[in-house]
């Protein structure tokens, strides 16, 4: 939903000295999709809470719900796929 300070695993990307900048959507709906609701304080009600779903047999649910938690944050989801090897693809607009 615009642009922010980037990160990736290991913490904040620098390029030559200083934060990186740019386009945060990726970055957002990980977060949504990795944390439990109550965890975000922009958007409290926002969160997937992933884990509860390993293993489950509910794929139409999950793909639901993280369209739903994606916009309430701002984002746009125009598809979730969920692979046999349970990988996630998010196709955001």
Same mark, same amino acid.
């Given at each position: 939903?615009?642009?922010?300070?980037?990160?990736?695993?290991?913490?904040?990307? =620098?390029?030559?000295?200083? =934060?990186?900048?740019?386009?945060?959507?990726?970055?957002?709906?990980?977060?949504?999709?990795?944390?439990?609701?109550?965890?975000?304080?922009?958007?409290?009600?926002?969160?997937?809470?992933?884990?509860?779903?390993?293993?489950?047999?509910?794929? =139409?649910?999950?793909?639901?719900?993280?369209?739903?938690?994606?916009?309430? =944050?701002?984002?746009?989801?125009?598809?979730?796929?969920?692979?046999?090897?349970?990988?996630?693809?998010?196709?955001?607009?």
């Amino acid at each position: 939903m615009g642009n922010d300070i980037l990160i990736n695993k290991n913490g904040l990307i =620098f390029s030559n000295g200083n =934060f990186l900048i740019g386009s945060s959507n990726l970055q957002e709906i990980n977060v949504i999709v990795s944390e439990s609701p109550g965890n975000i304080k922009k958007v409290p009600q926002c969160g997937v809470n992933i884990q509860s779903y390993i293993n489950s047999t509910n794929i =139409f649910r999950l793909k639901s719900i993280i369209k739903y938690q994606t916009k309430l =944050f701002g984002n746009l989801v125009k598809d979730v796929q969920i692979n046999s090897d349970q990988s996630i693809n998010i196709i955001a607009i």
